[in-house]
Structure formats: structure tokens, C-alpha cells
């Protein structure tokens, strides 16, 4: 009888791609429902929206190489991604309309691959296939990768981890054939990785400690020709991608003031909340900061764990340490923050890290809780235990899903768990003044600035409140506030703009349709608005010029503008 169940287990769920099946169901299960969504205002809006029409034209590709994922300019670019823009441009391939819907769709295609590959990895590891597919299972619908697919920027960790995890499988491919063709296959998915999210540069770090747990010293010794072309391999790969983004970025970091020790020394302390999120996975929050993070789930966590390892007598060390090494290392490089700012700790730079705890749980292993409990009592409770958490962990992820369904949803979530960030008051506040509210939206932008005096956007937000209200005194103030804090803010400069042109400053605000245009070529608010004025005032020659620009820069012609390049074109069609 016990046999044929295990049978029918097997033929069910394990058998040919039959686990695949089962990973992509329960995933698309929970969240199916973001398919549905908008978005929340947080890069999405930028990165999706604000330069569909740079993603849409694929004649853009090797740009995407050759700038900051924010398209900044004249300075201030911080984040040197091309594979995440070469995914965004993937979805504005579907049209504009669609463009939403195609970003979340992408993002729960991009999470199931990654669940599927980390099944493999562990089949690779030779993992029993049965609890290889309960633990892919568990990890595919945990609450905390929500912010990586139901919020669209929240994607470039599932996106690394595609990339990640099969590098690691080919490593391994290599250690044990060392048939060049894997060493090769190791390499492309490591580089492509690092043009993903700079992350992926504690990679070599991860494959250098597996060869030191689990390879017979003497074998390194042997080997020390593989050990050289592993090293040789990942300092090409490694210079030849840092030069790519020195060359964009113009810095070691980022545009920002950084000091590497004294960060990861002050947020450390981070690491705590973020094991307890792994194991216990509730309070959780859109956009934390330190100081409104639980550190209780942490210590109970922490306890479990030790309370775990005391019970369990078989305990496999090689694999608990491994695990331990890759949550470190995963999440080392998220602790650098720049100085100038207060740290915020997004849940979805936890979803890489996490999978380290699979090792761990698989090096802690089963407790007996009878001396004389047989197998098949054993693999009863593990399965038991195992469904249980995948139906849990599933209705949490569906419940938190609600958070990342609009653009209020999420800053009044980010508001109520971490209500001492500025940041997150500046934005609920924006999504009031979206909303026509005002008042509302006066009131988070003066309780930011209470928190934090120099938060930016904070200032040039008030800024516009001031200018609906016709205080153009005070919106003035407030923009040229801003342009202190933040010399590189196109918004300032555009809505500053805005504010001259309604006072009858025309010059003025010409200028700073220009200044905006300077900070960001791809503003076209500002380059239509400078179109604008010269056509109206019957200046053909500097209309013709605003014209040809948004041309060049391939942003959508107004239909004046289309005129005045193409008269003959306006002939034809007027017959």
C-alpha cells in the first residue's frame, strides 16, 4: 500500500516536468491577481512609463549599455543596469497600452523561471527531488517575494537570480568534467549577471567558499589549473564590466556620498529583521527603514534555529555553513547606502539572500520526535509540515498582494510601518496631489520636511501645492529650496518653469525649460512647452528648432510639430 502511494506521489509530482508544472500553478495561483495591477509610483512610473518611448524603439539596445538605468545625466546616475532596461523594452515591445499589464506579467514569468531554476540547483546538488520541490514550492510563494513581482521595479532580483543560478549549476558542471564548454557557460551567465544588478559581484566569492566546504583540500591542490582559470575568468569578466560602468557611472559606487566600511558597519544591525522576515514572515513592509523594523521576529527567529540545531543529531555543517555564507554574501552589497540619506531596506534585495536558508534548513534536517518513529512516520510530519507552510505563506503573499495594487495602497502601507521616514510621507503625499487632495498632500509634505529638512522632492512638491493654490511666491521658495538640495532634479526645473510662465516671467521660464532639457534630453513636457511658446508667438524659426529636437530625440510629435517638418505631408492629407 505504501508503495503505491509513493507511486502515485511520484508520477504526480515528480516525474519528467511534472515539478515544473507544479512551481509555475502555485505561483501563478498567488499571483495572478497583480496581473490586474497599476502602479505604485516608486521607479515604476519612470522606468516603465516615463521612457516607454526610449524602450519601445529596440534601435536603443546598445544605449541601454551606455547609461544610467534612470537615464540621468549630468551627473547623479547611481545604477548601472542594462539587462533590467533590456527586460523593460521587452515589455514596451506590446504597445502602450499594454505596457502595465505586460511589466507585471513579465514579472511573474521572470519569478517562476527563478523558482524553477533554483529547483534544478538543487537537483544539481543532488537534493532529493521530493523536498528539492517542497522547499522551490515554499520559496516560490514566501510573502517576501512580493515586492519582487507584484511591484514592477521590485523584478531585477528575480531577474538576477535567473542569471545566478545557472552560472552556480555550470560552475559545478565544470568542478566536476572540467570540460571548458561549462567553464565557458559559467562565465556568460556571471557577466550577465553583473549587467543585471551589481550584486552579482560577490558571485566568484560564493563559488570560491563552495570549493572550500565541500572540495578534499588535496583535490584543490591537484586542480590548481582549474583553480587559475576560475580566477582568471572572473577577474576578466569582473574588470571588464566595472570599466562599463566606470565609463557610465564615472565613479567607483555611485553619484553619491559613499563610505563603504562605516555603511555596512552601521547596517548591519539590518540583517536581524531580515532573518526574521526568512522565518517569519509577517509585519512585513512595502518600504522599511531600520529604525521601524521588527527586531523581534529576528531574535524568536534566531531562537528557533538554535533550538533546532540543539535537537537534530545528523547535522550536515558543509551545508549550513554554505547556506550561511550565501545569505551574507547576497546581502552584503545592500547594505552600502549613501551617507547623506536615511537607509531604506526594500524586502524584495532579501529575495536572492533567502535562498541560502534552504541550505541551512537542509543542513539542519529532520528532528525525530520518537526514538522509534519509522521512515514513513518521518516523511509523513515532513510532508505535513511542508504543505502547511505552502498553504500559509500562500494566503499571507495573496493578502500582502493588495498592498502593490495601487499607487495609495502602497505609500499608505509604506506610511503605517515605517511612519519615521520622510520619504515615505513625500510620496503619500504625491499620490494626494495626484488624487486632487490638496490638503491631504500639504500635510505629508510638511510632516516629510518636519522629519527630514532636506528630504528630496519634499520642497518641490509643496512647491506645486503652492502654485495650484496661486502662491507663487511661496511655490517659488519651495523650487528654488529644492534646487539646493537637488541641482539635478528635472521636475524642479520644469515646474519652476511652469511657475514663470503663469507670473508672465517668460524669459524665465524659458530658461528653465531649457535647464530641464539639460538635466534630462528626454523630458518632453519641457521640450513641447518650449515648442509651445515660440509657435504661439509666431517664432517659426526657434518652433522649427523645439520641432526637430523632440524628432531627434525621439519623442512623440505634437501635431503642430508634425506640420511644421512635414507641410507636405499636412497637403496631403487635408485632400
Given at each position: 500500500m505504501?508503495?503505491?502511494?509513493?507511486?502515485?506521489?511520484?508520477?504526480?509530482?515528480?516525474?519528467?516536468w511534472r515539478p515544473f508544472f507544479w512551481i509555475a500553478a502555485a505561483i501563478f495561483l498567488v499571483y495572478c491577481s497583480t496581473l490586474f495591477y497599476g502602479i505604485v509610483y516608486l521607479d515604476d512610473n519612470v522606468l516603465v512609463v516615463g521612457h516607454y518611448q526610449f524602450n519601445k524603439n529596440l534601435s536603443n539596445i546598445f544605449q541601454a549599455f551606455n547609461e544610467d538605468i534612470f537615464r540621468t545625466s549630468l551627473g547623479g546616475g547611481s545604477f548601472y543596469r542594462p539587462i533590467l532596461r533590456l527586460s523593460f523594452m521587452f515589455d514596451a515591445q506590446f504597445g502602450e497600452r499594454a505596457i502595465v499589464f505586460m511589466s507585471h506579467f513579465s514579472n511573474l514569468v521572470l519569478h517562476i523561471f527563478s523558482a524553477c531554476l533554483f529547483f534544478l540547483l538543487l537537483l544539481k546538488l543532488n537534493i532529493k527531488k521530493e523536498i528539492a520541490l517542497f522547499l522551490s514550492l515554499i520559496f516560490g510563494v514566501h510573502p517576501l517575494t512580493a515586492q519582487t513581482?507584484?511591484?514592477?521595479?521590485?523584478?531585477?532580483?528575480?531577474?538576477?537570480?535567473?542569471?545566478?543560478?545557472?552560472?552556480?549549476?555550470?560552475?559545478?558542471?565544470?568542478?566536476?568534467?572540467?570540460?571548458?564548454?561549462?567553464?565557458?557557460?559559467?562565465?556568460?551567465?556571471?557577466?550577465?549577471?553583473l549587467f543585471t544588478k551589481e550584486t552579482a559581484a560577490v558571485l566568484p566569492f560564493l563559488c570560491a567558499s563552495f570549493i572550500l566546504i565541500f572540495v578534499n583540500p588535496k583535490k584543490i591542490i591537484a586542480d590548481l589549473k582549474q583553480c587559475a582559470y576560475l580566477l582568471a575568468g572572473w577577474g576578466s569578466v569582473g574588470i571588464f564590466w566595472f570599466l562599463a560602468r566606470r565609463e557610465v557611472l564615472h565613479n567607483f559606487i555611485?553619484?553619491?556620498?559613499?563610505?563603504?566600511?562605516?555603511?555596512?558597519?552601521?547596517?548591519?544591525?539590518?540583517?536581524?529583521?531580515?532573518?526574521?522576515?526568512?522565518?517569519?514572515?509577517?509585519?512585513?513592509?512595502?518600504?522599511?527603514?531600520?529604525?521601524?523594523?521588527?527586531?523581534?521576529?529576528?531574535?524568536?527567529?534566531?531562537?528557533?534555529?538554535?533550538?533546532?540545531?540543539?535537537?537534530?543529531?545528523?547535522?550536515?555543517?558543509?551545508?549550513?555553513?554554505?547556506?550561511?555564507?550565501?545569505?551574507?554574501?547576497?546581502?552584503?552589497?545592500?547594505?552600502?547606502?549613501?551617507?547623506?540619506?536615511?537607509?531604506?531596506?526594500?524586502?524584495?534585495?532579501?529575495?536572492?539572500?533567502?535562498?541560502?536558508?534552504?541550505?541551512?534548513?537542509?543542513?539542519?534536517?529532520?528532528?525525530?520526535?520518537?526514538?522509534?518513529?519509522?521512515?514513513i512516520t518521518q516523511k509523513k510530519i515532513f510532508l505535513g509540515i511542508s504543505v502547511a507552510l505552502i498553504i500559509t505563506f500562500s494566503f499571507v503573499t495573496i493578502y500582502r498582494n493588495k498592498y502593490y495594487k495601487n499607487k495609495l495602497n502602497f505609500w499608505n502601507n509604506a506610511v503605517e510601518t515605517s511612519p519615521s521616514f520622510a520619504f515615505n510621507h513625500n510620496n503619500l503625499g504625491a499620490m494626494f496631489f495626484l488624487d486632487g487632495k490638496k490638503n491631504e498632500a500639504e500635510k505629508e509634505f510638511n510632516k516629510a520636511l518636519e522629519i527630514n529638512p532636506r528630504e528630496r522632492m519634499a520642497h518641490n512638491n509643496l512647491g506645486l501645492v503652492y502654485l495650484e493654490k496661486e502662491d507663487f511666491s511661496k511655490a517659488e521658495e519651495e523650487f528654488n529650496k529644492e534646487l539646493e538640495i537637488n541641482p539635478y532634479y528635472d521636475n524642479a526645473y520644469a515646474n519652476k518653469g511652469l511657475l514663470y510662465y503663469r507670473m508672465g516671467r517668460m524669459d524665465e521660464a524659458v530658461d528653465?525649460?531649457?535647464?530641464?532639457?539639460?538635466?534630462?534630453p528626454g523630458y518632453s513636457q519641457a521640450l513641447y512647452n518650449l515648442f509651445i511658446y515660440y509657435y504661439q508667438n509666431q517664432d517659426k524659426e526657434n518652433a522649427k528648432y523645439w520641432a526637430q529636437e523632440a524628432q531627434n530625440r525621439e519623442i512623440t510629435l505634437l501635431p503642430e510639430m508634425q506640420k511644421m517638418l512635414n507641410p507636405l505631408d499636412s497637403i496631403i492629407l487635408n485632400k
Open positions: 505504501n508503495n503505491n502511494r509513493e507511486n502515485w506521489f511520484q508520477s504526480v509530482f515528480l516525474n519528467s513581482v507584484s511591484f514592477i521595479a521590485g523584478r531585477n532580483d528575480s531577474l538576477l537570480a535567473i542569471f545566478v543560478f545557472p552560472s552556480l549549476m555550470f560552475f559545478l558542471d565544470f568542478l566536476e568534467t572540467k570540460r571548458i564548454k561549462y567553464y565557458v557557460w559559467h562565465l556568460i551567465f556571471f557577466c550577465l549577471a555611485g553619484n553619491a556620498d559613499y563610505d563603504v566600511l562605516l555603511s555596512i558597519y552601521r547596517n548591519f544591525p539590518a540583517l536581524l529583521p531580515a532573518i526574521g522576515k526568512i522565518i517569519l514572515p509577517f509585519d512585513l513592509s512595502v518600504f522599511p527603514v531600520m529604525k521601524d523594523m521588527m527586531m523581534i521576529y529576528g531574535i524568536i527567529s534566531l531562537i528557533l534555529l538554535a533550538v533546532w540545531f540543539i535537537l537534530v543529531k545528523n547535522k550536515n555543517y558543509r551545508l549550513i555553513i554554505f547556506g550561511a555564507v550565501w545569505f551574507f554574501l547576497f546581502t552584503l552589497l545592500t547594505l552600502i547606502k549613501p551617507m547623506d540619506t536615511t537607509p531604506e531596506f526594500s524586502e524584495n534585495r532579501i529575495y536572492l539572500p533567502m535562498f541560502g536558508f534552504a541550505f541551512i534548513f537542509l543542513g539542519l534536517g529532520r528532528i525525530k520526535f520518537r526514538d522509534k518513529s519509522n521512515n528653465s525649460w531649457k535647464k530641464t532639457l539639460e538635466v534630462n
